[in-house]
Nanobody, 123 residues
């Protein structure tokens, strides 16, 4: 059974950067599509970014394009989300997820989830 563990959340000011990481165990990582979702206070969880097993193909929600970059290291079974030019509306709990559908953009297609890490962006 796979386990996903996120790290790297925190409190930053608008315009600053954060890098989230997710370590995956118990799964053939290189064949899994990985994704990041976030849940803002009082809102439903939403897709942020996903990356194919080759580490080349990636998809982003429009609101983060040009600011966020998803990447993966198959040798270390990790997926990262580099978040630059953060905005207050990026605040939320960020979840790492794994699945086998491409692109991985819907919660129902995710087979495993991490516990989440809090990102707070102050104005």
């Amino acid at each position: 059974q796979e386990e996903l563990a996120e790290s790297g959340g925190g409190l930053v000011q608008a315009g600053e950067s954060l890098r989230l990481s997710c370590t995956v165990s118990g799964r053939t990582f290189a064949t899994a599509v990985m994704a990041w979702f976030r849940q803002a206070p009082g809102k439903e969880r939403q897709f942020v970014a996903s990356i194919f097993g080759d580490g080349v193909m990636a998809e982003y929600v429009d609101t983060v394009k040009g600011r966020f970059t998803i990447s993966r290291d198959n040798a270390k079974s990790t997926v990262s989300l580099q978040m630059d030019s953060l905005k207050p509306e990026d605040t939320g709990v960020y979840y790492c997820a794994a699945g086998y559908r491409w692109p991985l953009m819907k919660e129902e297609d995710c087979a495993a989830w991490g516990q989440g890490t809090q990102v707070t962006v102050s104005s």
